[in-house]
T-cell receptor
């Protein structure tokens, strides 16, 4: 167990709806990264938050947005859901954003199904 | 830019025999390299990491990997496979300069036969 928790574990939404996924980072970690893992593929970087500010973004549209709170927990929000958004969403926490050898510790993920 | 290629999408081994998972990377900067394992319906667990120290890295559960800069490779090995090693394995690169994202390979699914 990494100490990173995510909620909910599973979620079913319909196309066009909005969804919020939550992540609690490991104690002492100030950085949270979000990844999307489509079925049969490796995870893809969505964005990272460091001390409540976005600290890098992958190739995802603006309808993917996030927040980080003072306690370093984080939310991923996806608007106008599309069928291709169906995936496992992984949150990872780490101690120092961008540091050489920084290790990211992953939560169990939220599996989102868009119908 | 950085990228990772895992050369085998599936590997099948017998219990007690060696495991080799192949990974090649591309990075504009000195990379940090990682291997993560994902068991069914579980999150990702770190096996080991390379961060420009010793080129032979030992990880958990008997796994090790060797960084070869000349070959841009970071292959993962284990001398003797166990049934519990059946899982998906990801090779991951993180760029050295302001690198705040992990870039994952496509994964290698390992099947262990009794």
């Amino acid at each position: 167990e990494t100490g990173v928790t995510q909620s909910p574990t599973h979620l079913i939404k319909t196309r066009g709806q909005q969804v919020t996924l939550r992540c609690s980072s490991q104690s002492g970690h100030n950085t949270v990264s979000w990844y999307q893992q489509a079925l049969g593929q490796g995870p893809q970087f969505i964005f990272q938050y460091y001390r409540e500010e976005e600290n890098g973004r992958g190739n995802f549209p603006p309808r993917f947005s996030g927040l980080q709170f003072p306690n370093y927990s984080s939310e991923l929000n996806v608007n106008a859901l599309e069928l291709d958004d169906s995936a496992l969403y992984l949150c990872a926490s780490s101690l120092a954003a961008g540091a050489t050898g920084e290790t990211q510790y992953f939560g169990p993920g939220t599996r989102l199904l868009v119908l | 830019a950085q990228s990772v290629t895992q050369l085998d999408s599936h590997v099948s081994v017998s219990e007690g025999t060696p495991v080799l998972l192949r990974c090649n990377y591309s990075s504009s900067y000195s990379p940090s390299l990682f291997w993560y394992v994902q068991h069914p319906n579980k999150g990702l667990q770190l096996l080991l990491k390379y961060t420009s120290a010793a080129t032979l890295v030992k990880g958990i559960n008997g796994f090790e990997a060797e960084f070869k800069k000349s070959e841009t490779s970071f292959h993962l090995t284990k001398p003797s496979a166990h049934m519990s090693d059946a899982a998906e394995y990801f090779c991951v690169v993180k760029a050295g300069a302001a690198g705040n994202k992990l870039t994952f390979g496509g994964g290698t699914r390992v099947l262990v036969k009794p």
